[in-house]
């Protein structure tokens, strides 16, 4: 089996309509016959130990025997296994594994091959990731060197091979250990981003810069430092004679209504010249079938081979909310002699995509257009899921992506600190729908500009593209994150320049261009070339400088970091395209219960500050005063946190439908950040285990296809019909005006044309037009569209900030269906940001941090493992109204 097919083969159980191309591909004639490369896994059986020497030996002698070991794994979470370290995530144990990432590490398994493995003309070792700096041998001899997470390692490894048992051993060294002693001798360390808080590392004088390894190991503002060793990816043995199948991929020149011209390109490492047949069959999403067959001649050696094809109306993949992300099942079969000898299969979607750059009255824009339908981009960033990759399951990824789905999120920007994702999360991707914006793996530091360290990059880039190319969830690569913005104006650039001679500067300044303007640039273009690449977010593609609001994507971060600017801030810029901002909030008090003791739970605990990484643990009294500074003092510990949630969804609100109103000027929210890599105080919406947060019900109702938004600022309130819809609609917008105990102020109904992929201004409105004498602190306004009275979206506007509202006591009352299925709330009078919460159970609701009119009275749906009993017992609900001290 070649790395293709084992790709493919994986992705057999994400999905129906992998399942459905499985049962298609054993009916296919020839396709059940024994001819593909043989294929043995080496996952299994694996120990580990320190090195012997290491001095970490004497402090901790049982890490010095052999302890079992798991493949695909980390080192880390080999020495929690065998509880040699605690838990990271509990308090502040995070210090107490240091160690193992400072250590060398053996790994070694004995495996058996059989006299038919032999027989075939080559068997080589595949391993798909090793972390990082590695060594293998096979029954003693050395095998290869590694030093790059991101890579697949093949190599020829029959001659050292025999029949009956082999052993494999891997010597990994601490990237920290290996490049620190090199560092310190150079003239200079490049700028970086986190400094270790362990004494690991001297202050600026980062090794990360230096290797191609997960930056977000190292420690990041929202996740602990653990620099991991292993082998993070499968391994295997694959046999083959004749012939290998070495990829196979399904090109899109062009894909439009009419008709998707597509090739079959496949590469073929062939022993000798000779004839060969291609046989390639689909499947149609409407379960059509079609297949062709070709001649090719192939040389000894490497072969591209290109067979182009046609589909007549092709069923194209839609992002979410625009049609249907259909799917196409392709098998290929090449045979030698009327035998086959290798298959390999591919799921896609066929799709044109375009970044759009239009010059217009607000600068140079940027847009993504698929299958010629602008699409205002609606989501959020992704880091990695845990901070030990082997830990992330199918169904962990499928749950957050779901998330996305179920908030009415279209696009996840994968960040490039982190790594490249598991093939599910690109798989589940393509199912449901969702873009996916994929950064390279450069987050923030400068990188080196020597030529080996382009050119190991460079056989990455090939790799990853070529992994993921088929996957029409992919909608952009990018180059970096924030490499060429933090050249341009952080600190750490600025010093390097003042303090190193103009030479030098442009060394480093070209190498950055040679990397990402032009290298990665390259392998897009040759690789991928349907899918647009842009080499920095932020930037303007090298069309002036970084981070403008009127050219390319922006980060905005004046809000939170930078000026610490209040949320109001988000509405002075207008970008053309926000693919960063974000505000903190504390995940769940479950959260916070399942790795902290009671009495850390206060803002200035050393432990529960040693779960906030922004500002060496200094965030939380930031994230206190934006709660304060909104809503006023929080009564208890308690209350922070649901403060914390509601401050940071408000916030988001204000800043993505201020986005949303200004397109076509803007085309993209992209907010900082959708998940967690551990239970931490972060900007996430999801929190580590997949609790929703205030900020990601919000998302749910300001990205909803209809909206009607209200944004109040100086004084006025100008009213914007967002729509997303590829039709447009006749309804009426009705504007009420409301005492916060029921009594009708002012009423207005007026008819409302919301036009298609548009915001349609509708109206303007002074606080005095819609008060109408009544008490700002007393009274709210209510913004609904509607469709034959039926309301479409609601958006409530108020005349102060929250902390002076004169909230009055709302007399919630929440009651569980007998089934635990549903949960009716009602208020007697106006209650803001209601939140139901059942402790530490888990639940998921359809709804909350919702408001609710006085009267009104809303039944949501109850997701949750638990019985109804328990649930009733644990349900309570709240609202703003006396979470403050200085509230009623």
Known sequence: MSAVTRVAAGRRGAGLAAVALCVFALLLPGAGRAATPGVQTLDAGWQVRLVPGDKHAAAYPRAAQWLPASVPGTVQTDVLAAKLVPDPYWRDDEAKIQWVGLADWQ?????????????????????????????????????????????????????WLHAGANTLEVTLHSPIARL???????????????????????EGVQTANYVRKAAYQYGWDWGPRIVTQGIWKDVRLESWSALRLADFHIAQPRVDADVARLQAQLRIAADAAGKAQVRLRWRAPDGGTQSLVRDVTLKAGDNEVSL???????????????????????????????????????????RSVELRRPVDQWG?????????????????????????????????????????????????RVWGGGYYLEDAFYAEADRLGLMVWQDFMFGGAIPPYDK???????????????????????????????????????????????????????????????????????VVASRSPEVPYWPSSPGSDYDGAANVLDNGDYHYWNVWSGKA??????????????????????????????????????????????????????????????????????????????????????????????????????????????????????????????????????????????????????GSTRVSLVSDRTTPLDAKLRVRVLGMDGKLVWEHTQDAQVAALASTAAGDYTDAQLLHGADPRRTVAVFELLDHGKPLSRHLSYFDAAKNLALPDPGLHAELSADGHGVTVSAQRFAREVWVDFGDLDARLSDNAFDLLPGESVTLQVASAADAAALRKALTVRSLYGATESGP
């Open 107 to 159: 790994y070694r398994m004995q495996f058996d091959v059989d006299t038919a493995t032999l027989a075939r003309q080559h068997v080589d070792l595949v391993f798909d990731g090793l972390d990082t700096f590695a060594d293998v041998a096979l029954n003693g001899h050395k095998l290869l060197s590694a030093d790059n997470m991101f890579r697949r390692w093949r190599v020829p490894a029959k001659a």
């Open 180 to 202: 620190q002693p090199w560092l310190q001798k150079q003239p200079y360390p490049l700028p970086g981003e986190f400094d270790s808080a362990f004494g690991d590392e001297a």
């Open 308 to 350: 182009p094809f046609e589909i007549a109306h092709p069923q194209r993949w839609w992002p979410v909310g625009y049609g249907a992300p259909d799917l196409y099942d392709f098998h290929v079969d090449v045979a030698l002699h009327g035998e086959v000898a290798a298959s390999a299969e591919r799921s896609t979607g066929l």
């Open 364 to 412: 140079k824009g940027f847009e993504f257009v698929v299958n010629g339908v602008p699409v205002f981009a609606k989501g959020a960033n992704v880091i990695p899921m845990d901070s030990f990759p082997n830990r992330v399951t199918k169904a962990r990824i499928d749950a957050m992506l779901e998330s996305a789905r179920d908030a009415n999120m279209n696009m996840l």
């Open 452 to 522: 080996a360290f382009r050119d190991n990059t460079r056989v990455e880039a090939v790799q990853q593209v070529d992994r993921l190319r088929d996957h029409p969830s992919i909608v952009l690569w990018a180059g970096n994150n924030e490499v060429e913005t933090a050249w341009e104006t952080w600190g750490g650039g600025a010093h390097l320049k003042a303090t190193q001679p103009r030479a030098e500067v442009d060394r480093i300044e070209q190498g950055m261009r040679e990397l990402f303007d032009r290298t990665l640039r390259g």
């Open 565 to 714: 600017l209040p949320p109001s801030a988000y509405l002075d810029v207008t970008p053309r395209f926000q693919s960063e901002y974000g505000l903190q909030s504390f995940p769940a008090l479950a959260t916070l219960h399942s790795v902290l003791d009671p009495a850390d739970l206060s803002i200035d605990s050393p432990v529960l500050r040693a779960h906030q990484k922004f500002d060496k643990g200094k965030g939380n009294q930031r994230l206190l005063m934006y709660v304060e500074r909104e809503y006023g003092k929080p009564k208890d510990f308690a209350a922070l946190v649901y403060l914390s949630q509601v401050m940071q969804a408000e916030g988001i609100q204000l800043a993505a439908e201020h986005l949303r109103a200004a397109r076509p000027q803007s085309m993209g929210s992209l907010y900082w950040q959708l998940n967690d890599v551990w239970p931490g105080v972060t900007w996430s919406s999801v929190d580590y285990y997949g609790r929703w947060k205030a900020l990601q019900y919000h998302a749910k109702r300001f990205y909803a296809p209809l909206r009607v938004v209200a944004i109040r600022k100086d």
